[in-house]
């Protein structure tokens, strides 16, 4: 079982960056693919980005795609998500998951976090 915690959503201005984490517990977290995602409100929850276990391969929506980095260290069992040139529609509460496989679809992550809140103001 893993048990995640996200941290470092805040309030940003639009064409800022932010730094989100999502720390796991347990020793498994390295044999997981990774996935992060993002809801709005009165909105269905939106694909972010995903890992696979070794950090080789990741997945990108292209809303998303050329601004946010996702990225692992096994090492430290954290998984990152840098987002840069944030726009006001990237306001939501992000989500890390874990799951045996990297996916766009989150009824295939078996984990989930809590959820940070990222708001981007205009």
């Known amino acids: 079982q893993v048990q995640l915690v996200e941290s470092g959503g805040g309030l940003v201005q639009a064409g800022g960056s932010l730094r989100l984490s999502c720390a796991a517990s347990g020793r498994t977290f390295s044999t997981y693919a990774m996935g992060w995602f993002r809801q709005a409100p009165g909105k269905e929850r939106e694909f972010v980005a995903a890992i696979t276990w070794s950090g080789v391969s990741t997945y990108y929506p292209d809303s998303v795609k050329g601004r946010f980095t996702i990225s692992r260290d096994n090492a430290k069992n954290t998984l990152y998500l840098q987002m840069n040139s944030l726009k006001p529609g990237d306001t939501a509460v992000y989500y890390c998951?874990?799951?045996?496989?990297?996916?766009?679809?989150?009824?295939?992550?078996?984990?989930w976090g809590q959820g940070t809140q990222v708001t981007v103001s205009s």
């Open positions: 998951a874990a799951g045996p496989r990297g996916s766009s679809y989150g009824d295939r992550y078996d984990y």
